[in-house]
DNA sequence: CTTGACTCTGCACGTTTATGCACGTTTTGT
DNA sequence: ACAAAACGTGCATAAACGTGCAGAGTCAAG
């Protein structure tokens, strides 16, 4: 059995019992408690579920639903997550875009945290259940399902609706011509639609996305007012950003 | 059973009854008094309950923690969550109510079902993702943390521009006099509006919740069409409801 | 085909955590 | 004031844990 194999039956494990018994799966899989800990141990680290004494329990399902993406490049989406989660200032309305970087951004928002946040990603609607003092406003309308977020023109009309400070936005490429892109046109023009209602749009770049261009533009750059970047990010890539007057926001190593 | 599933059981019991016996939950759970007091004296420390001389009192009045129900007793709202689950027709257009068992019976419909799902909870979004064949309507709207479902006048505005086959209701309270209730207004307005326009409602009704009264009513029971039950019911329970005509479904043994 | 780098797995070891019991103290109710 | 219940602490034991290490297997370069 592959080793992938057997951390999709963990997980497919744990969303039919809702918990896992270390020793009692390590059985079933006739392994050892260690390599069974092992999976669990990176399991945890990607988000995938909640380590807890003598087995897991389910994580966030928000997480659990995008589960393909995540092998991308965990820890540089978690550093921008991290980084972009600490600009939000206490009373802001914010509004979150949809994509991993998105949802852990707003697990990593800080708990005690007063702030409004707009989204229309069910996954990060439920990754905020956790925090108390955040106001969640949803998005309706149809569900794209390869993001996870509500397009259509519903909800281009609530968006319309809307007045925001900031808008943290998630793309597939940033490139200093084309500026940002996405993979499908209308999850652009909604993005698009949510940028025209927030006074600054910042994107999150992980590392891979530098130089990358998708088929639909979102943006071009003159309308981004920031870009947040990994601690390693080449300073020659980040250039021709800063030139036209982009604030680099960059996680500290 | 974990540790961490034992205290989100006390959480759970904590919510449910509004207090902590000791003794009582020590001999519920087949553990030593002690290790129960380890866990209240540990819980109140987190600041989740308050503890006192006997047991253990709401920390404060809305510790609602939807997640923690989770990993309680998944297996007892299965039941009735799999069979609504298989009442669904290809090609029908159905409402899904939030709470823990209409989350479980998104998770068990049929995984080639083409239909459509309208919901306000993020939560059951988030588990159709892996649905391919399944049709998701986002209702927006703010966010009510306690049930995890989008409510306030842009919810029913969207609602009203619905029309379903059928609406899956969960409640927290099914009597035979006074109906179908639950312990939020505003929650209860907005199934009442979803309840409108849907062709049929049906309500999941988990074995405790039979007999049971909350603050709000939803419903009377002449709105209602159909009780989804646990297999070892009492009949004598469900006497009052076949005969005002209401269309028992019964999850066999 | 061989070699070396790499990954995966299981084992051994010491460490941490969870639990139940014993005992003395505090609180509660009468 | 007194007895019973509830409590906290210290301690012993067992389970779960993490780490380092070694053997087996894989893969690519030589």
Redesign the pocket.
């Known amino acids: 059995?592959?080793?992938s194999e057997?951390k999709a039956f963990i997980l497919d494990r744990l969303r039919r019992d809702g918990r896992i018994?270390?020793?009692t799966v390590a059985e079933a899989l006739?392994?050892?408690?260690?390599?069974l800990?092992?999976?669990?141990?990176e399991l945890a680290a990607e988000g995938l579920l909640l380590?807890?004494?003598?087995?897991a329990l389910p994580a966030s399902p928000a997480i659990a639903a995008l589960p393909a993406r995540w092998s991308v490049s965990p820890q540089s989406k978690m550093a921008v997550a991290a980084v972009a989660a600490r600009m939000v200032q206490p009373g802001q309305v914010i509004i979150l875009d949809g994509g991993t970087t998105s949802v852990q951004m707003a697990r990593l928002l800080p708990r005690d945290l007063a702030a409004t946040v707009v989204t229309h990603s069910p996954s990060i609607a439920v990754e905020l259940a956790g925090h108390e003092r955040i106001t969640v406003e949803m998005i309706g309308g149809r569900l794209f399902r390869h993001s996870m977020v509500a397009m259509g023109t519903v909800a281009v009309e609530m968006i319309a609706g809307i007045r925001a400070d900031l808008f943290f936005l998630g793309v597939t490429g940033v490139h200093p011509d084309y500026g940002v892109t996405t993979g499908d046109a209308e999850e652009a023009a909604i993005k698009r639609a949510l940028a025209r209602q927030a006074a600054e749009t910042v994107v999150l770049a992980s590392a891979e996305k530098l130089g990358a261009v998708s088929p639909f533009r979102v943006l071009p750059l003159t309308e981004i007012d920031s870009l947040v970047v990994e601690a390693d990010t080449a300073p020659a890539l980040l250039a021709p950003y800063r030139d036209r007057g982009i604030t680099i926001i960059q996680a500290e190593g």
Chains 1, 2 share one sequence.
């Open positions: 059995m592959l080793t057997r018994v270390a020793k006739g392994l050892s408690e260690d390599t800990r092992r999976d669990l141990r380590r807890v004494h003598g087995g």
